[in-house]
């Protein structure tokens, strides 16, 4: 019934447009009453947008998973953010119809960006557990969702405005690893890029109330010579 519902509006949609279409017109060439379309579908917007809650809960439960714990929380939230495009990737007709749509409608773009958002507070919830114990563990949290969620819209954009039809995930794996590489600070990557042992230490003495500007200067020097 749930995708009775969702093929008679794409149908309608593409017939009529989106804001010609009634949720009267959907369920009755559905074949469904307007209880039954409730019950799957809040709004007529929503049914634009079938497979998210499926992502969502699969995301959460995965992010859940304590078998996690001991991954870099970094490569956990790029990992669960690839479940996303592979929900895009199980149907490219229909999800480049869908982007067709959504760039046409001001109402879609509205629905699609709070979606896009329950993504981000999904990553970001998990991150502040796990970066509880630090003082900018709340703000490193949503920094890194926010910077998972644009690296992802961004490959997955290219692939849509190319139809589906491209191989998109040298893209996404792309987007994934520029997220890991700026916020990522497990120790064999620190090491893999040359940065300094994690024991070892280096001391710049700058005077009270230089700026900040010399400061980092004289950092960047000494790291140079050492």
Request: charge should be negative.
């Amino acid at each position: 019934m749930r995708d009775a519902i969702v093929g008679a509006a794409f149908q309608l949609f593409g017939e009529r447009g989106f804001e010609q279409t009634t949720v009267d017109d959907i369920v009755a060439l559905a074949g469904v009453g307007r209880r039954s379309f409730f019950r799957y579908f809040p709004s007529k917007e929503s049914v634009v947008f079938p497979d998210h809650e499926g992502c969502l809960e699969g995301m959460t439960a995965f992010l859940a998973d304590p078998a996690g714990d001991a991954d870099d929380p970094v490569a956990r939230v790029c990992e669960a953010t690839r479940m996303v495009f592979r929900m895009y990737a199980a149907n490219p007709e229909f999800s480049v119809r869908r982007y067709e749509l959504t760039r046409q409608i001001p109402a879609l773009r509205a629905h699609e960006a709070a979606v896009v958002r329950r993504y981000e507070r999904t990553l970001a919830d998990y991150l502040r557990g796990r970066f509880a114990d630090r003082a900018d563990g709340s703000l490193r949290a949503e920094a890194i969702a926010a910077s998972v969620a644009a690296a992802h819209n961004h490959a997955l954009r290219i692939w849509l405005r190319a139809g589906g039809r491209a191989d998109a995930e040298p893209d996404v794996e792309r987007a994934m690893a520029y997220v890991a590489e700026a916020w990522s600070e497990r120790p064999d990557k620190a090491l893999a890029d040359g940065a300094s042992e994690p024991d070892e230490v280096v001391v710049v003495v700058a005077r009270r109330g230089a700026p900040m500007w010399r400061v980092v200067r004289g950092v960047q020097e000494a790291l140079e010579k050492h």
